[in-house]
């Protein structure tokens, strides 16, 4: 299984990207990180519909396509772990699509196969992408049987 990260917005050096980095590292699936921007100040909606275009530019033929949206469904570890594994038996790609800062265009999450949140909070976009690429590595290590996690 191949695993795409595409997110708009471009990190800057600092603890997000580390946060980033440190979990990218840790999965063992071939995984690659795809920042899109639009760099023209557009009113919020249009920003949406651009930014809509640029993240499904990204998404791979054939890929099991995974809005991140306030509208979603939160799953437990390892509920999304039993997902991920059935994703990976039967895709050759799985896309996660992660919006900027006003969240995700209705066409993304129409396109998309499932759309999950990461809880009823409201995050940060740039830290969002840390936070799914620790619930991918701990999905990795529940699959494992790896004590990483802990549910007790």
Do not use: N
């Not at 840790?26 to 519909?49: C, M, N, S, T």
């Amino acid at each position: 299984m191949r695993l795409r990260l595409i997110a708009v917005g471009r990190l800057k050096p600092g603890p997000l990207k580390e946060l980033e980095r440190h979990y990218a590292a840790r999965i063992r699936w071939p995984l690659e990180i795809r920042e899109v921007e639009e760099r023209r100040k557009l009113p919020p909606a249009a920003l949406k519909e651009r930014e809509a275009i640029l993240l499904l530019a990204e998404l791979p033929a054939g890929a099991v396509a995974v809005a991140l949206d306030r509208r979603g469904q939160p799953l437990s570890s390892e509920a999304f772990a039993a997902e991920l594994a059935a994703w990976r038996d039967r895709a050759a790609a799985v896309a996660f699509l992660l919006g900027g800062a006003d969240g995700l265009d209705d066409v993304v999450c129409r396109r998309a196969a499932r759309v999950l949140s990461l809880g009823a909070m409201t995050w940060p976009h740039f830290l969002a992408r840390g936070m799914l690429l620790e619930q991918i590595y701990r999905a990795q290590q529940i699959l494992a049987g790896h004590p990483y996690h802990r549910a007790d």
